[in-house]
T-cell receptor, first 110, second 114 residues
Framework: QQPVQSPQAVILREGEDAVINCSSSKALYSVHWYRQKHGEAPVFLMILLKGGEQKGHDKISASFNEKKQQSSLYLTASQLSYSGTYFCGTEGGSNYKLTFGKGTLLTVNP | DGGITQSPKYLFRKEGQNVTLSCEQNLNHDAMYWYRQDPGQGLRLIYYSQIVNDFQKGDIAEGYSVSREKKESFPLTVTSAQKNPTAFYLC?????????????FGQGTRLTVV
């Protein structure tokens, strides 16, 4: 079952902040975040692990609430290059099944 | 350079024909995945494989088949039973024994069935 992302789309001016949310109906072991430019492959941004360890991008941060089965991606002082579709992916345990949400389209304008 | 390669980039087929999409990786990854991407639907999991000669159905496996005879290869066959095969298909791979590592994606194959 796909995790649910919100909002579906967001438009920013350069320098503004944004938050993208991801929630799951199942218990999570880890949450992945990826960004995809139009017509290209998704690119890894960050992983958040159960227990708190975080890996990823130094200009973008994220949180992972295991009890609520939710994650949020924080984009601060957005740049034009941040434009794209952001996907969260979730893993529920030892079966390595990586399931993605429907994505959030982020547009950063000058 | 290590990476994951999908071919071809664009593929056209007539309705009723089976077609096989190639996915090769030289990253020495155990786990491989196939996703289908349609506008507004995100990435939907078709099949995934953790080790050679083993694979599991994802969320939308009907009308698709896969094989995993070699660690580096995970081809996807879109059969005539798939009712709406036109889509963008993405292959990915990751290290099996560590859950906390990212998936690497290929550049995708855009399949059009006419």
């Amino acid at each position: 079952q796909q995790p649910v992302q919100s909002p579906q789309a967001v438009i920013l001016r350069e320098g503004e902040d944004a938050v993208i949310n991801c929630s799951s109906s199942k218990a999570l072991y880890s949450v992945h975040w990826y960004r995809q430019k139009h017509g290209e492959a998704p690119v890894f941004l960050m992983i958040l692990l159960k227990g708190g360890e975080q890996k990823g991008h130094d200009k973008i941060s994220a949180s992972f609430n295991e009890k609520k089965q939710q994650s949020s991606l924080y984009l601060t002082a957005s740049q034009l290059s941040y434009s794209g579709t952001y996907f969260c992916g979730t893993e529920g345990g030892s079966n390595y099944k990586l399931t993605f949400g429907k994505g959030t389209l982020l547009t950063v304008n000058p | 350079d290590g990476g994951i390669t999908q071919s071809p980039k664009y593929l056209f087929r007539k309705e009723g024909q089976n077609v096989t999409l190639s996915c090769e990786q030289n990253l020495n990854h155990d786990a491989m995945y196939w996703y289908r991407q349609d506008p507004g639907q995100g990435l939907r999991l078709i099949y995934y494989s953790q080790i050679v000669n083993d694979f599991q159905k994802g969320d939308i496996a009907e009308g698709y088949s896969v094989s995993r005879e070699k660690k580096e290869s995970f081809p996807l066959t879109v059969t005539s039973a798939q009712k709406n095969p036109t889509a963008f298909y993405l292959c990915a791979s990751s290290i099996f024994h560590e859950l906390n590592t990212e998936a690497f994606f290929g550049q995708g194959t855009r399949l059009t069935v006419v």
